[in-house]
């Protein structure tokens, strides 16, 4: 005897056969689709706390912090992103990931409308439990990614008509 017509008669179901020797075939299930499509895992939960705890922590804070979360919280995006002003972890802004372009958009904040990823000059994971930012040796942005650095020199913008005006001689 096989070993598939040995677990046939002790009970056991066979699954490649679909069916456990004694009872007839089950007819294909016709109900209503059970099965839903499996989302992006989101870390907005992520980002609002590293706002409220990390980033904009504070009662000084409390109006620029409920304008990023509310404006987050409009997004039908998953993914969300800090940008800093530079390793130190100055807060600047909050950005979403394009799926179509990879591309970094401003959701709120200050720095550029748009950022591509050759752009990024280093990224950073949120640590919940100690509540600061970690630099991750990595130069690819994915979904573990919570924040993002450019280089300084995209800061510094030349204003026509914003110059100082000097002592009079």
Known sequence: ??????ANQNGDKDWEIGS???SPSIPEYTGP???????????????????????LAGKVNETQKNKMVEEME??????????FRDSNCQFRAVYTMSPETDELIR??????????????????????????????????????????TLPGHLWHSKRPGNKRPGKPK
């Open 74 to 83: 409009k997004s039908p995006a998953n993914h969300f992103l800090i940008l």
């Open 20 to 22: 456990n020797g004694s």
């Open 33 to 55: 689709k059970l099965f839903k499509e499996p989302s992006f895992k989101s870390n907005k939960f992520i980002i609002h706390n590293a706002l409220s705890r990390c980033c």
């Open 1 to 6: 005897m096989s070993p598939s017509r040995l």
């Open 107 to 148: 959701l709120a904040g200050v720095g550029p409308r748009v950022v591509s990823p050759a752009l990024v000059e280093s990224i950073y994971k949120y640590s919940s439990d100690r509540k600061q930012f970690s630099c991750i040796p990595s130069k690819t942005m994915s979904m573990s990614v919570d924040a993002f």
